[in-house]
């Protein structure tokens, strides 16, 4: 390997964790699922519990998105659903959307033009302004090596996360500009920042993909004053993606696993996009957020 070229990284081999830790860090042992460093770092027996870092719930100010009108694809459940209540309670209005029926949701699929045409007409007729979108629906089927990947199967995935918040953007962005203000989030994840063996390629791939399309779409967006940024959260617990953990033991397993001792939460996810949905990012645009509690912090993204 050439002096000034990137180093294959002992900080990043492949199985399970992206970025597994553990192993000797710059002459010092690190003990994976620990927060006890050895000696010579100068942190040595912090538990746990002393730690500055512990999580006591996110904070965003209580008027974050007070009269802010904001349309959530995928709120039927899980991510969706946390960040829809998360904005009202931060003074917007969250306009709940889901291809699958549910109480207090609207039926959007998020592949169909004509649908989201209809719902985006229906939020002006009512409120007379949309100021916000969150592209949070996705398709995931598993994770698999690509070649167990159907066609079929990955044709979908582009459909739903690609196709899906490429419509969104355009059909949002048209109901913003006229105003001069709006704010678009995109989900992506962490394996759309890196590769990995973990079996998303497919999924993986649309992930890339958003994040390509909101660097693009928000430079084509920024003089029109509507901004586009891409989130990028890593294993959050009590999704659709990461169920609650079956007992103690697994949970003490995933918390062990990330540097910050604790598994990502809902509210870690909400408090950040309503970051970039108020008016407290207002210069921030074509930008990617990764919500990892530090889990990729050591692979180069
Ligand atoms: N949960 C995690 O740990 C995690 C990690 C990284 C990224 N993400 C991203 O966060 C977002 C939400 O993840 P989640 O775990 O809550 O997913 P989930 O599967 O639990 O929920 C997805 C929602 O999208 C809806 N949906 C699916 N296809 C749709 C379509 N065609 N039109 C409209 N809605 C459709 C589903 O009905 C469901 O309500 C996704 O974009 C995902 O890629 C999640």
């Not at 899906?164 to 759309?192: E, Q």
């Not at 990461?242 to 909400?270: C, I, K, L, Y």
Request: glycine share 12%; proline share 4%; charged share 20%.
């Amino acid at each position: 390997m050439l002096e000034g070229t990137n180093q294959p990284s002992e900080e990043c081999p492949s199985k399970l964790d992206p970025c597994p830790r553990g192993g000797r860090v710059g002459g010092v042992e690190r003990r994976l699922g620990s927060s006890t460093f050895l000696s010579g770092d100068g942190l040595s027996s912090v538990s746990r519990g002393d730690s500055p870092g512990v999580w006591k719930g996110s904070i965003v100010d209580k008027e974050a998105l007070e009269g802010k009108v904001i349309l959530v694809t995928g709120a039927a459940r899980s991510l969706g659903a946390s960040m829809a209540a998360y904005f009202e309670s931060v003074g917007g209005t969250a306009i709940r959307t889901d291809i699958n029926p549910a109480q207090g949701v609207v039926e959007l699929d998020v592949t169909k033009i004509g649908q989201w045409e209809s719902v985006v007409a229906d939020v002006i007729r009512e409120h007379g302004h949309l100021d916000g979108l969150v592209n949070n629906a996705a398709a995931f089927f598993g994770a698999r090596p690509f070649w167990a990947e159907t066609d079929a199967e990955f044709a979908r995935l582009l459909d739903v996360n690609v196709m899906g918040t490429w419509l969104g953007i355009k059909v949002a962005a048209r109901a913003m500009a006229p105003k001069w203000r709006g704010s678009i989030v995109n989900f992506s994840s962490t394996s759309g920042m890196m590769g990995s063996d973990l079996g998303f390629a497919g999924y993986g791939t649309t992930r890339w993909a958003v994040r390509g399309l909101t660097k693009h779409s928000a430079a084509d967006l920024a003089a029109q004053g509507v901004r586009v940024n891409s989130i990028h959260p890593h294993g959050i617990v009590g999704t659709g993606m990461m169920p609650v953990p079956r007992n103690r033991d697994d949970e003490a397993a995933r918390d062990a696993a990330n540097p910050m001792g604790r598994t990502g939460m809902t509210d870690d996810v909400s408090s950040m996009v309503t970051f970039l949905l108020s008016d407290r990012s207002t210069w921030i645009t074509g930008r990617e957020f990764v919500i990892d509690g530090g889990a990729t912090l050591t692979c180069a993204l």
